[in-house]
């Protein structure tokens, strides 16, 4: 057990809607991150943030935002989903110590979203 | 180009025999960290072992060493006496200068066979 946790554990939704995704980070860490995963494009890293400010963004959709509330928890918004946007969708959280420090993630069990 | 290269897409290995597992990367920053992570059939990531470009000896965890080669930009995973349970994906993954982000590679698929 990591220490991450992540809510839905399944999501099933059809193509239009919108979802959230919620993480809780491992007690004392300030970063959260959030990944997808899915079978073409592999782990994809979508955007960070470190304590309640966005600190970096990869390939994340216009669709999709985040943010990080005061109690350090993250929610991912997934809006106007479509079938290539079913995959698993991983938090993780880390310390983040600078830069002489592994500043390793600890990855919660992910969210399985399945789009119809 | 990409950042992490696996070029094993899987690997069948006996039980108790020693597995590498290779990854090469791409980076020209000189400040950089690179992971192995583990994610069986269950689906989570489980982080196993880490180096950072300036370390000067091999990680080292249990019975996974990383074979740090900076020259040849090559980071593999070496898991000793192999287990049935380290049947599972496994994919090497970069950390970048001031970025805390990480890039992963597609991943080996590990089979262990009894």
């Known amino acids: 057990d990591s220490g991450v946790t992540q809510t839905p554990k399944h999501l099933i939704t059809a193509t239009g809607q919108r979802v959230t995704l919620r993480c809780s980070p491992r007690s004392g860490d300030l970063s959260v991150y959030w990944y997808q995963q899915s079978l073409d494009q592999g782990l994809q890293f979508l955007i960070q943030?470190?304590?309640?400010?966005?600190?970096a963004k990869g390939n994340i959709l216009e669709r999709f935002s985040a943010q990080q509330f005061p109690d350090l928890h993250s929610e991912l918004n997934l809006s106007s989903l479509e079938l290539g946007d079913s995959a698993l969708y991983f938090c993780?959280?880390?310390?983040?110590?600078?830069?002489?420090?592994?500043?390793?993630?600890?990855f919660g069990p992910g969210t399985r979203l399945t789009v119809l | 180009a990409q950042k992490i290269t696996q070029t094993q897409p899987g690997m069948f290995v006996q039980e108790k025999e020693a597995v590498t597992l290779d990854c090469t990367y791409d980076?020209?920053?000189?400040?950089?960290?690179l992971f192995w992570y583990k994610q069986p059939s269950s689906g989570e990531m489980i982080f196993l072992i880490y180096q950072g470009s300036y370390d000067q000896q091999n990680a080292t965890e249990g019975r996974y060493s990383l074979n740090f080669q900076k020259a040849r930009k090559s980071a593999n995973l070496v898991i000793s006496a192999s287990q049935l349970g380290d049947s599972a994906m496994y994919f090497c993954?970069?950390?970048?200068?001031?970025?805390?982000?990480?890039?992963f590679g597609k991943g080996t698929r590990l089979h262990i066979l009894p």
């Open positions: 943030y470190y304590n309640g400010e966005e600190r």
């Open positions: 993780a959280s880390s310390v983040v110590e600078g830069l002489a420090s592994p500043n390793e993630q600890f």
């Open positions: 993954a970069m950390r970048e200068g001031q970025d805390d982000k990480i890039i």
């Open positions: 980076t020209s920053d000189p400040s950089y960290g």
